[in-house]
């Protein structure tokens, strides 16, 4: 099992940058593949990013690619989340999860653990 703590979250304009942290507790998070989904008020909880134990491999959705990156730190426990060029669509509480499958849009469903959310509010 692994417990996950989020940070970073904030109140940024459009176009700014922030980025995500999640540190997890236990010594299996290097075998988890992690992710990223979000959450914006009235809409369900939808994939933002994932990526594998090890780092070799990333998925985006479209909405987030080509401007989010995710990135592991096994030795730290740490998965991340560097979100440029926000946009107002962005807006949503984002959390890690570990323990799914990889692939873009995978279900929320599909992944066991989860931290307790970071709220990001882009607003100019």
């Known amino acids: 099992q692994v417990q996950l703590v989020e940070s970073g979250g904030g109140l940024v304009q459009p176009g700014d940058s922030l980025r995500l942290s999640c540190a997890a507790s236990g010594r299996t998070f290097s075998t988890y593949n992690m992710a990223w989904f979000r959450q914006a008020p009235g809409n369900e909880r939808e994939f933002a990013a994932s990526i594998s134990w090890n780092g070799g491999r990333t998925y985006y959705a479209d909405t987030v690619k080509g401007r989010f990156t995710i990135s592991r730190d096994n030795a730290k426990n740490t998965v991340y989340l560097q979100m440029n060029s926000l946009k107002p669509e962005d807006t949503a509480v984002y959390y890690c999860?570990?323990?799914?499958?990889?692939?873009?849009?995978?279900?929320?469903?599909?992944?066991?653990?989860w931290g307790q959310g970071t709220q990001v509010t882009v607003s100019s």
């Open positions: 999860a570990a323990g799914g499958p990889l692939g873009v849009g995978v279900g929320y469903r599909r992944y066991p653990y």
